[in-house]
């Protein structure tokens, strides 16, 4: 045996093993990569539309004021670019017929898998829209967290659309032509108050 070579290569059900196991590996890694990519794009993409509404879930102190302002009104609810829901299961819990519209697909998920763990499912709708094209002069009560570029197309869309009566509360931003009636809470949780009159 002394002085013959030894073959240290590798056999060929050993490099067949090892390439497939590099395939599965490589596949994993892409289809992790698209399958993030694919989230992320939904929370990226309202960057490029013409008003950005970015997903920033409200705090405990802005809800408390949005049910301060709702304080002694009953009956229908959206809540306006709803993301993760909270605003609507919170109205449900406190007797509104509480629905959402948001264009987020996961952020629509989301809410309606929480409202279903929380028993809430039906006394909640979430639709997955876009808001400019959504109808709201079914609602008795609407909120909506806006950003300012944007506070003035959607007043214009609540004069046209509201129904008499109905009180919209504006959270981080008011309407920037309308006088509020009711305002709570100070800084980024200031919400206000204001009731749709027709003319």
């Avoid at 994993?28 to 992320?40: H, K, N, R």
């Amino acid at each position: 045996m002394d002085g013959l070579p030894v073959d240290f290569s590798p056999s060929v059900e050993q490099s067949s093993r090892a390439s497939f196991t590099g395939k599965v590996l490589v596949g994993l890694t892409g289809g992790v990569a698209l399958g993030l990519s694919v989230v992320c794009a939904s929370f990226v993409s309202p960057a490029f539309r013409k008003f950005c509404l970015p997903y920033i879930p409200a705090t405990k102190t802005q809800i408390a004021n949005v049910f301060a302002g709702l304080k002694g009104r009953q009956g229908s609810l959206l809540d306006v670019g709803s993301g993760d829901g909270r605003i609507v299961l919170e109205a449900a819990k406190s007797g509104f017929v509480a629905h959402g519209v948001e264009l987020n697909f996961w952020l629509v998920l989301y809410s309606r898998l929480d409202s279903l763990r929380k028993s809430l499912n039906k006394k909640t709708k979430f639709y997955r829209r876009d808001l400019w094209k959504f109808h709201v002069g079914d609602y008795d009560n609407i909120v909506i967290f806006g950003v300012e570029q944007m506070m003035a197309a959607l007043e214009n869309k609540f004069e046209m659309e509201c129904k008499n009566g109905c009180i919209v509360i504006a959270c981080r931003f008011p309407l920037p032509n309308k006088k509020p009636f009711r305002t709570f809470g100070h800084g980024v949780d200031t919400v206000w108050a204001y009731e749709m009159i027709k003319t």
